[in-house]
């Protein structure tokens, strides 16, 4: 049975990374709205000999997302490991002057296409013989000017947290993960004058999150 990997937020960053060091042993469904990145990371893939299938689409479209869904059920019935990356940073700014179309995008983003995705591709972890879902921690809530991408982190986690514990007995497997800081978009944004050259590469981050993954689920 081939092993699949859905990684939402592929296009970029420790989503791609990710995406790559775990093409020599999974098929990848790699998500995301950029479909020129996607191109580049399938390229990158099939130069170490690995397969992976695109999906250019918005995990804020429900709609996209069943599609998705359904698609992955018809074509192999299951998803093995499914790696959620996809984040949507606004920029920082005081509470008091969060702009609505900035808040809105925060709460589709980070939290309503998680749930929206955690209830479609439950069933898709479940039809595998261990599905794992892997999510990503960032506790910014709380600190100064972070407020639209602080409180919509935590309230997906608040979720996430949530699932792993209701399905500790019946499966999938939830596993949240703590990234090391990395050089990566979403982070520039945050810290513009960081010395990038002190951060943890991508690369590097996601061998070690899927040694860890391999030690969990060993």
């Given at each position: ?8 937020g ?38 170490k ?49 969060i ?28 039809a ?19 407020g ?11 979720l996430v ?29 945050f ?8 951060l ?6 996601a061998?070690r ?10």
């Amino acid at each position: 049975m081939t092993k699949i990997a859905l990684i939402t937020g592929a296009s970029r960053g420790l989503g791609a990374a990710l995406a790559e060091a775990l093409s020599p042993d999974y098929h990848i469904v790699a998500v995301a709205r950029t479909t020129g990145a996607l191109e580049e990371l399938d390229d990158r893939i099939q130069a170490k000999g690995g397969a992976a299938t695109l999906a250019p689409m918005d995990i804020g479209n429900r709609d996209a997302m069943a599609h998705l869904c359904r698609g992955i059920h018809d074509r192999w019935g299951h998803v093995d490991l499914w790696c959620h990356a996809a984040i949507h940073a606004a920029p920082l700014t005081l509470a008091s002057h969060i702009s609505q179309k900035d808040w809105d995008k925060s709460l589709l983003v980070n939290v309503n296409a998680t749930q929206t995705l955690i209830a479609m591709v439950e069933p898709l972890l479940k039809a595998a013989p261990e599905g794992h879902a892997v999510f990503f921690e960032d506790p910014r809530g709380g600190q100064k000017f972070f407020g639209s991408y602080g409180a919509s982190k935590a309230a997906q986690m608040a979720l996430v947290r949530s699932w792993q514990t209701e399905t500790q007995s019946t499966g999938p497997k939830v596993s949240v993960v703590a990234p090391n800081p990395m050089p990566t978009a979403t982070r520039a944004r945050f810290f513009p004058g960081e010395d990038r050259d002190a951060l943890t590469a991508c690369t590097d981050e996601a061998a070690r999150i899927v040694e860890q993954l391999g030690q969990t689920t060993a």
